[in-house]
C-alpha cells in the first residue's frame, strides 16, 4: 500500500485521549487514525447498504411512508398481525 501523509488538526484534548488508547493498544499514533477511519468508512457502507435493501423490501410491501413503519412496528409489538 503506498501511503501519503496528510495533516490534520485536532483538539487537544481528542489528540490527548488518541495518544492514551495508542499506547494501551499498542500502537502507533497514525496507525490508530488509520484504523478509526477504515472502521468508520465500513460502517457507513455498510449501514448504505442496510438501508438501501430495507428502501427496496418497504417498495416491494407498498410501504411509502415512515408512520407505516412505525404502525407495523407497534402492531408488531403488541402481538397483532400486520395488515
Given at each position: 500500500?503506498?501511503?501519503?501523509?496528510?495533516?490534520?488538526s485536532?483538539?487537544?484534548?481528542?489528540l490527548s485521549q488518541v495518544?492514551?488508547?495508542?499506547?494501551?493498544v499498542f500502537a502507533s499514533r497514525s496507525d490508530l487514525i488509520r484504523?478509526?477511519?477504515?472502521?468508520?468508512i465500513r460502517s457507513r457502507r455498510?449501514?448504505?447498504?442496510?438501508?438501501?435493501?430495507?428502501?427496496r423490501k418497504a417498495g416491494k410491501l407498498g410501504i411509502k411512508t415512515e408512520a407505516q413503519i412505525n404502525r407495523m412496528v407497534n402492531?408488531?409489538?403488541?402481538g397483532?398481525?400486520?395488515?
Open positions: 500500500m503506498q501511503a501519503q501523509t496528510v495533516n490534520i485536532l483538539p487537544k484534548l481528542l495518544d492514551l488508547m495508542a499506547q494501551e484504523e478509526a477511519l477504515v472502521e468508520k455498510d449501514w448504505n447498504g442496510i438501508f438501501a435493501y430495507a428502501g402492531q408488531t409489538r403488541h397483532k398481525k400486520s395488515a
